[in-house]
């Protein structure tokens, strides 16, 4: 069965600092992958998806970026965070060439950033 | 631009009710997907349930029914049988490529 894996589950940082946040998946092979950000009290954004090792597009110019060195790796940096980058972050996965597909979701991180 | 509206932030249930939640969407595309999905404390999304746009049948998943209209862009998601454990919010998406765009969610509270 496929799993996906975030971590950390809670980060707290200050403005400025950098950030790595990090999401595998296990079970399946050349997956979709999803950054999704939420706000507090809001619906998820989409900010990068992935459909292949280093295919990276972004949905929201932001000072956030994406990588995908492995087939099953997707990570999402910032070299200088901001106030506006707190919130819960979601990694997501799906299969198959056509992306109507459902997407199964990683527990999340929570980012604080003060 | 795909817009997701749902209407109600908040619901309540009685245990072992049935209650209904709405959803409506802008799209000019013909082929699309809908998904229910729920997302209890722990805050991990769960698909619930999903509905194809081409199928005119209403998707089912045990308790979890969606009443699809698709001319009138409508997409509400019907809860039987309701349980303490359905307490959560549930945010409704439609999908026409990669992204899913999500509604802001309707939480709801399931009383005893």
């Known amino acids: 069965s496929q799993t996906i894996h975030q971590w950390p589950a809670t980060l707290v940082q200050p403005v400025g600092s950098p950030l790595s946040l990090e999401c595998t998946v296990e079970?399946?092979?050349?997956?979709?992958l999803y950054w999704y950000r939420q706000a507090a009290g809001r619906g998820l954004q989409l900010l990068f998806y992935?459909?292949?090792?280093?295919?990276i597009s972004s949905e929201v110019p932001q000072n956030l970026s994406a990588s995908r060195p492995q087939d099953r790796q997707f990570i999402l940096s910032s070299k200088k965070l901001l106030l506006s980058d707190s919130g819960f972050y979601l990694c997501?996965?799906?299969?198959?060439?056509?992306?109507?597909?459902?997407?199964?979701f990683g527990p999340g991180t929570r980012l604080t950033v003060l | 631009a795909q817009t997701v509206t749902q209407s109600q932030p908040e619901m309540s249930v009685q245990e072992a009710e049935t209650v209904t939640l709405s959803c409506t969407y802008d799209?000019?595309?013909?082929?699309?997907?809908l998904f229910w999905y729920k997302q209890p404390p722990s805050r991990q999304m769960i698909l619930v349930i999903r509905?194809?746009?081409?199928?005119?049948q209403n998707a089912t998943e045990n308790r979890f029914s969606v009443n699809f209209q698709k001319a009138a862009k409508s997409f509400s998601l019907k809860i039987s049988d309701s349980q303490l454990g359905d307490a959560a919010m549930y945010f409704c998406?439609?999908?026409?490529?990669?992204?899913?765009?999500f509604g802001k969610g309707t939480s709801l509270l399931v009383t005893p």
């Open positions: 998406a439609y999908n026409s490529g990669y992204a899913l765009n």
């Open positions: 992935s459909v292949g090792i280093g295919q």
């Open positions: 997501a996965w799906s299969v198959g060439a056509v992306p109507y597909n459902e997407q199964f």
């Open positions: 509905q194809e746009a081409y199928k005119q």
């Open positions: 079970g399946t092979s050349n997956p979709n």
């Open positions: 799209t000019s595309e013909s082929d699309y997907y």
